[in-house]
């Protein structure tokens, strides 16, 4: 095991909606995730599945993003980060180089059974990636000296113009502090924090600690370790010859990756609300705290989509079934749980979401509550909703705010949702008309919206706090005047909107430079990311973690 850093991390997240309703900035500085949006975080975003047969996966999702490892509001201080400078390689590990020594444990699966017909399709789009915010552990993946960016970048490391040496990148998934991605020779490359092993490969280097709070401040005062900080494939004898893979997704400290044949492999682990890291159990009923390198998640099978958010999982099946376990304790896995003894064989195990008669075509989730759409268009969502993230009118922002099981999100149903996402505590959807609806926590920005004095009088809409300050919109709202929607991604504390143009948008928490409009600022009002490396560039989707974000878009000649 690699000499285990002193790292900032996320604190578990709050038992109650009293605890989660603490209100703070996060700071700047690094904070490890417990395990999503450690960001980002992100719900990954897939094509339902009745519309699977036939046509390709999207081009690109992000999975939940979410789970995004940001010092939100509703958490305690960390320790300070450190990280390694000296001796050691600075160029781009090999992709060989890396060992699978260092895996908890190991579990026999069976050979991908190449004659028989794939359930799902992988995306072909090759895309460029644009990271921004702060890389202080690595999180941009922009190499060893890259500490910070203040505007989207390009990462010549995810050239999809460039030779067969560059990683050609169709999709991507942000977490807390880390972000997998699947390429278009079937690789899974990951960056960032690998603390918990989120990275599900060896990532051990003899550099030098040094203290990031006691840093100059300068963006490239040192170097990280490259084998974190650069994107690096996980060996390919990780995985059983003939495995292709669909989508990736990524939660605090934790990663999960979908096959063809809709098998689920998963490394890394969660964090419960005490603190304690658990991943699960393998096969022979021994329990695993950290899972090294990636395995295949027993109990799954003919999976379509996953989703992950900050330290729980979704999976959903051919036949509409959803499938959930990690963390459980704001109810984001949707189902109750009985018995002490048997709890943590429950919860780390995947078990069924009871959504509804009507079986389920799409899920996603936030990093404490979680969306499913039924094939009637109805959306349903569990999980925390201490400010109304969940979309859940009664009771929202109280101190008993979990939704125990799925319920019915009356303002969202028929309205053709396609895309939904959260943060800690906002949620933002696209409609069938081309809408951007956000809903949630708003004292930060992160919903972009310069609410109208009609509706900060409307108490069925905006409710205050203790203060009488905005704190809590209730129901889905529109996004004013940036255009028709195509993607829509929540950090922990902030939103990135891509519209039909191709053009993205930001606002909410800055203070790592996340929103990539040049500083490091809070933004109440939603504005246009600009930056020299997406003149001519149309964007089409876009991921956030807890201090930094990714857009990306198809390559040029595409």
Known sequence: MPPKRVIAKRQTAPTSAAQAGASSKRAFRPNVSAVRKQSGSSASKILPTDQLSNVAAPSVASASHKRKDAASDDTKQRASKTTKIGAGPTQKPSRAAVSNKSKTTTTEVPRSRALITPLNQAPTQALAV?????????????????????????????????PPSKFHVVQLSCGGMHTVALTADNEIITWGVNDNYALGRVTEWDGVFRDIDAGSGHEEDGELNPYESTPTAIPANNFPPGTRFVQVAAGDSCSFALTDHGLVYGWGTFRNA??????????????????????????????????CGANHALALDVKGNIWG????????????????????????????????????????????????????????????????????????????????YPMKIPDLCGKGVTVIDGGAHHSAAISGAAEFLVWGRIDGGQLGINFTTEQLGDEDLIRYDERNKPR????????????????????????????????????????????????????????????????ERMLTWAGAGGQFSIVAGPAKNA
């Open 130 to 162: 644009f990271p921004v915010g702060l890389g202080e552990c690595g999180e941009l993946g922009l190499g060893p000296s890259q500490t910070g960016i203040y505007r989207p970048c390009f990462n010549p490391y995810l050239d999809p113009n460039g």
């Open 325 to 404: 376990w990690g963390a459980h304790e704001q109810n984001q896995l949707g189902h109750r749980l009985f018995g002490r003894h048997y709890d943590n064989i429950q919860h780390l195990t995947p078990r069924r979401v009871e959504v509804c008669r009507n079986k389920a075509k799409y899920i996603a989730s936030g990093e404490y509550h979680a969306f499913a759409i039924d094939k009637k268009d109805n959306v349903w969502a569990w999980g925390l909703n201490s400010f109304g993230e969940a979309g859940y009118i009664k009771g929202a922002g109280g101190d008993s705010a979990l939704l125990p």
């Open 472 to 535: 809590i919109c209730l129901r889905p709202t529109i996004v004013p005047n940036i255009g028709d929607a195509v993607y829509v991604a929540c950090g922990t504390d902030h939103t990135i909107f891509i519209n039909k143009e191709g053009s993205a948008y930001a606002s909410g928490i800055g203070s790592s430079g996340q929103l990539g409009l040049g500083s490091d600022d809070d933004v109440n009002v939603v504005q246009k990311i600009r930056s020299k490396d997406l003149k």
């Open 274 to 307: 005490a603190g304690d890291e658990q991943f699960g159990y393998d096969g022979n009923g021994e329990f695993i705290k950290w899972q090294k390198t990636p395995i295949q998640i027993r109990g799954l099978g003919t999976i379509a989509q996953i989703a």
